[in-house]
């Protein structure tokens, strides 16, 4: 399909440490109208991991989460620096977030959510067999850390108790690439 829109100025309205930026662009509208598009994006690819151990036990964090005021639990989750490849990512965000090693991955593909309204690409891992040693975690993160079976991470989606919509689709994900082994 032909870009029926038309960027007159990308203009950034505000921009983080962790490379996330709101721009209010200037364009014209698909009826040849002008008008403004909100866009949320990151410079780098988010990352999901889904972390298990020899135990088939996999790991998720239980956290606060400020923008919707409530707990979410969630497999380690960390936005990618700009350039960096996604494997890199994950192995990064793994030992920070988790204190985890392996050197067993798993590719699970990657999602963009809400892409209306948000240019941010979410890869997600399988880290299978890891191994805890000490997590690095920054100051703005404070998490309990849970271990569930597989089963019980899908009865938790079910429920609703995990909501986290990359998470989910990391865990579709997974529960498809189990059934094609």
Not at 11 to 16: F, K, M
Not at 92 to 100: F, T
Not at 144 to 164: D, M
């Amino acid at each position: 399909m032909i870009n029926p829109w038309k960027t007159v100025k990308k203009n950034v309205i505000y921009s983080n440490k962790w490379g996330y930026s709101l721009r209010n662009d200037d364009v014209i509208t698909p009826s040849n109208k002008p008008g403004t598009y909100m866009v949320l994006e990151a410079s780098g690819p988010n990352i999901i991991v889904i972390a298990s151990d020899a135990d088939n036990q996999y790991y998720l964090l239980r956290q606060w989460r400020y923008p919707t005021e409530q707990e979410s639990l969630e497999f380690v989750a960390e936005a990618g620096h700009a350039n960096e490849d996604p494997l890199d990512g994950a192995k990064r965000a793994l030992k920070e977030e988790l204190g985890g090693e392996t050197n067993d991955w798993v590719a699970l593909g990657f999602s963009d959510v809400f892409p209306g309204i948000m240019r941010i690409r979410t890869y997600a891992f399988w880290a299978k067999n890891i191994i805890i040693t000490n997590s690095e975690n920054d100051d703005t993160e404070h998490f309990e850390i849970e271990k569930y079976t597989l089963e019980e991470v899908g009865e938790k989606i079910n429920s609703g108790e995990i909501t986290e919509a990359a998470c989910v689709l990391a865990y579709y994900k997974l529960r498809h690439f189990l059934i094609l082994a």
